[in-house]
Nanobody, 122 residues
Framework: QVQLVESGGGLVQAGGSLRVSCAAS????????MAWYRQASGKQREWVAI???????NYADSVKGRFTISRDNAKNTVYLQMNSLKPEDTAVYYCNAGLKTTPWDSRWRDYWGQGIQVTVSS
């Protein structure tokens, strides 16, 4: 079984910083892109940032210039450094990864973490 486990969330004041991490564990053959999504209360889940296996990154306009996604392939871990946080960044943050678990997998399979709360107070 594959698990994605987020950590590092919490409460921070507006303008502050926080880093969330997501570690993938279990029977993993290879990992493709890894991404972060978030879901604020009463809203749909939205994409935040993505990093490919070769390190290319892309960001939602709402976080560009403030958030940085990175990954440590040796640890199967993706990070999201969040700076200049705003109250509107308050949400449950979810990590997502495309994985192959066997040599016979013909496509990347999507896995999700359980989510972690990030709250930004004004």
């Amino acid at each position: 079984q594959v698990q994605l486990v987020e950590s590092g969330g919490g409460l921070v004041q507006a303008g502050g910083s926080l880093r969330v991490s997501c570690a993938a564990s279990g029977r993993i053959l290879s990992i493709n892109a890894m991404a972060w999504y978030r879901q604020a209360s009463g809203k749909q889940r939205e994409w935040v940032a993505i990093i490919t296996s070769d390190g290319s990154t892309n960001y939602a306009d709402s976080v560009k210039g403030r958030f940085t996604i990175s990954r440590d392939n040796a640890k199967n871990t993706v990070y999201l450094q969040m700076n200049s946080l705003k109250p509107e960044d308050t949400a449950v943050y979810y990590c997502n990864a495309g994985l192959k678990t066997t040599p016979w997998d013909s496509r990347w399979r999507d896995y999700w973490g359980q989510g972690i709360q990030v709250t930004v107070s004004s």
